[in-house]
């Protein structure tokens, strides 16, 4: 693999949540594979005052639990520097430009800057606008990116300020929008699976395939993301941007070439193709749920309006499910249905393909519907996997047809490393390949899509917002959604807290 050129990477919101939990054990993954630049400096920025040292300090206690010794974690950490500023101040930046200098001279490293926005996103606007009044938008003696996080936007109109407001700093080649769905491995694998095999692809339509279910439940509640969550729900937090990707990667063409653009060109056009929901088609095509106390289990659930920073009338949804259909010529009649929801029994994101029955019933004694019903499982997390379920003949007397699966997992690979999505996707942003980057152009059509459906949700307060008991599959109602067959409840063999979950 390429090694990256050496460069410094800024990180504005470094004394946040996500630095810690994601972008420093990220980073140190890649130093323990050896993946990083020669030279490297990670520069930590936020209005909290800190010292270099006591940025390495904070930083250790995040460091991934592996078998390193104390020089491998030393060598890490002095990777590490802080540069206390407001950001939100275009006074301060002149101090950021003086210290990347200072650090390029120092360090050895050309003036090659990554920055990775991972500050609140009302500061999306004036940060952009600050590195290029002091000219670190420029790519001259070196190359200047911007990793931006989502939300990109609240809604459709705001997703295109967004990107009109960093178009006016940067150039859409310079600019890397984070999904860290498209960074799991097991998505990418989805290109793969599709695209290198003879046996799948000439039977990925409308001929063949009966409708597609994808899947991405979450044991977990908001936690400690009350205030941010209930201003945002499950469409906006995990749909107009995952699970988008998502249906991207499962209904895309092939592109001409694995490049960013290529791939970019075929996941857009989907999204060009989605047929809209209109808000008057809203309450049947789309279920939005809730999670309510539950008393099922050995401790009490607390419900979502009981949860810290969330409004206790509030009407965010923490569930959906929708049908809808991608009119082209791959598509057209096939029905797409997604799901996505917290406190479910499970976490597990997975996508299924149904197949078409068989044309004639020649072992019409089957008593089991999946026998004629063919799926493959594509599992993202956790065990992930693919899952082929085909029907065979039950040993002895008649023709009575069992379904059987297929199954590979990738654990079974024990020697291959899986690397986080984070890490994947800082490194390819080192490298200067934004495939696995959402594009502005395919954020706003994602928008376009969900946009209605928020609306009507607004305008139609008589929408139900269905009560789920925490721990439950979600409202019963979505089983009315899926008039094709029955939704898959994944993971009959559990651990207590669901996070494991067997193909
Ligand atoms: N946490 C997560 O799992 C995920 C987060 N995201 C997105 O990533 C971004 C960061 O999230 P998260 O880390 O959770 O947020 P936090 O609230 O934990 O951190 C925000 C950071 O921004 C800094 N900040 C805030 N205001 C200013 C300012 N005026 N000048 C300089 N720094 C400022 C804060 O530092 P200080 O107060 O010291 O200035 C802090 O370091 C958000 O946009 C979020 O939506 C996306 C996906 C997942
Ligand atoms: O972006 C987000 O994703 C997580 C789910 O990510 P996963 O990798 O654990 O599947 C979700 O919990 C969070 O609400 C959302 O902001």
């Not at 006016?168 to 097991?186: A, C, M, S, V």
């Not at 994808?214 to 936690?223: F, N, P, Q, W």
């Not at 379904?403 to 994947?424: I, K, Q, W």
Request: net charge negative.
């Amino acid at each position: 693999m390429k090694q990256p050129e050496s460069h410094i990477l800024v990180i504005f919101g470094a004394s946040g949540d996500l630095t810690k939990r994601k972008l420093i054990p990220a980073l140190y993954e890649l130093h323990t594979q050896n993946l990083l630049p020669e030279k490297l400096a990670v520069l930590g920025v936020a209005r909290t005052k800190l010292t270099d040292l006591e940025f390495r300090e904070n930083m250790k206690e995040f460091l991934p639990d592996q078998q390193h010794t104390q020089k491998d974690i030393d060598a890490f950490l002095e990777h590490l520097y802080y540069q206390p500023l407001s950001t939100a101040d275009a006074v301060d930046y002149p101090i950021l430009k003086k210290r990347l200098e200072l650090l390029s001279k120092e360090l050895s490293i050309p003036e090659n800057y990554i920055f990775y926005l991972s500050t609140p996103p009302n500061l999306y606007e004036i940060i952009p606008q600050s590195l290029a009044e002091v000219g670190l938008n420029e790519p001259v003696s070196g190359y200047k990116r911007l990793i931006i996080e989502k939300p990109f936007g609240t809604d459709l109109k705001s997703a295109k300020e967004l990107n009109k407001n960093l178009l006016n700093y940067f150039n859409e080649d310079q600019l890397y929008r984070i999904d860290h769905y498209l960074g799991k491995e097991t998505v990418q694998n989805m290109l793969v699976t599709r695209f290198s095999n003879g046996i799948f692809e000439p039977i990925w339509n409308r001929n063949f395939i009966h409708h597609v279910e994808i899947t991405s439940a979450e044991t977990l509640g908001v936690e400690d993301r009350g205030g941010y969550y209930d201003h945002s729900g499950a469409m906006r937090d995990m749909v107009q941007n995952h699970l988008m990707q998502l249906v991207g990667l499962v209904a895309m063409e092939p592109p001409v070439v694995i490049e960013a653009d290529a791939i970019r060109n075929e996941t857009l056009k989907v999204f060009q193709s989605l047929r809209p929901i209109t808000e008057a088609e809203v309450a049947k095509n789309v279920i939005r749920g809730q999670y309510i106390r539950s008393n099922h289990g050995k401790e009490p659930v607390i419900g979502y309006r009981e949860e810290h920073g969330v409004d206790p009338l509030s009407k965010t949804e923490t569930y959906l499910a929708m049908k809808f259909f991608i009119d082209n010529f791959r598509w057209a009649g096939v029905p797409f249905y997604i799901r996505t929801g917290k406190k479910l029994p499970a976490r597990v994101t997975e996508v299924v393909i149904h197949f078409k029955n068989t044309p004639h019933h020649l072992f019409g004694n089957t008593d089991n519907a999946d026998a004629i019903n063919n799926q493959l499982v594509l599992r993202i997390q956790p065990d992930e996997g693919i899952l082929l379920k085909i029907g065979m003949k039950v040993p002895g007397a008649g023709f009575h047809v069992q379904t059987v699966n297929m199954d590979f997992h990738y654990s079974e690979l024990s020697d291959v490393y899986l690397p986080s999505a984070y890490g994947r996707l800082l490194l390819d942003c080192m490298q200067g390949d934004a495939t696995l980057y959402s594009r502005g152009d395919a954020v706003e059509k994602a928008w376009e899509f969900v946009q209605p459906i928020l609306n009507a949700w607004q305008n139609n307060p008589e929408i139900p917002v269905y009560g789920y008991p925490a721990g439950t599959w979600g409202p019963e109602v979505v089983d009315d959604l899926m008039e094709e067959g029955m939704w898959r409840y994944p993971c009959k063999n559990l651990s207590h807290d669901g996070e494991y979950c067997e193909l």
